[in-house]
């Protein structure tokens, strides 16, 4: 089985990067008791997830990048297509959004921290084993 032919998909795939076939999460984003549960290297070609210790607390600034995003879009389209409602209805809506988007744009910013600053590239022809654990 390849990897896929983009670096864009195997990130909103959620896909190693180095094979680009690996999941980077074991459950469904909204299995809320495990959403956050990474296997700690890649089941395809055996990447070792975590760069080093401590390497996600980045991913808190991408969030946030992520979730700014998120209440302008909200904020916008309720402006424009509600004409302009009340404020209950913007911190209604914005909150509701967050909250059923706060496991995606979790894995999402880990995601696209592993790929932005994990030193990891594609390589289609990377071992499709993972290495042999002493």
């Given amino acids: 089985m390849a990897g896929t032919s983009s670096t864009w ?3 909103m795939e959620q896909k190693c ?16 008791s495990k959403f956050d549960e990474m296997p ?3 089941p395809i070609c055996g990447q070792h ?4 210790v401590g390497f996600y607390w980045g991913a808190m600034y991408i969030s946030y990048g992520l979730s700014v995003g998120v209440v302008l879009v909200v904020g916008l389209l309720l402006y424009f ?6 404020v ?3 911190i209604g809506a914005v909150s509701i959004t967050m909250l059923a ?12 921290m592993l790929y932005l600053f994990g030193s990891v590239r594609y390589q289609p022809d990377a071992p499709l084993q993972p290495p042999h654990q002493p």
Avoid at 17 to 32: D, E, I, T
Avoid at 81 to 86: F, L, M, N, Q, V
């Fill in 49 to 52: 997830y975590e760069p080093e």
């Fill in 88 to 90: 209950w209805v913007y």
């Fill in 81 to 86: 297509i509600a004409h302009d409602p009340a």
């Fill in 40 to 42: 700690e290297r890649c």
């Fill in 17 to 32: 990067p180095r094979c680009q076939q690996g999941p980077l999460f074991l459950h469904s984003a909204y299995n809320l």
């Fill in 101 to 112: 988007l706060t496991p995606l744009l979790f894995r999402y910013a880990r995601t696209l």
């Fill in 9 to 11: 998909l195997a990130i």
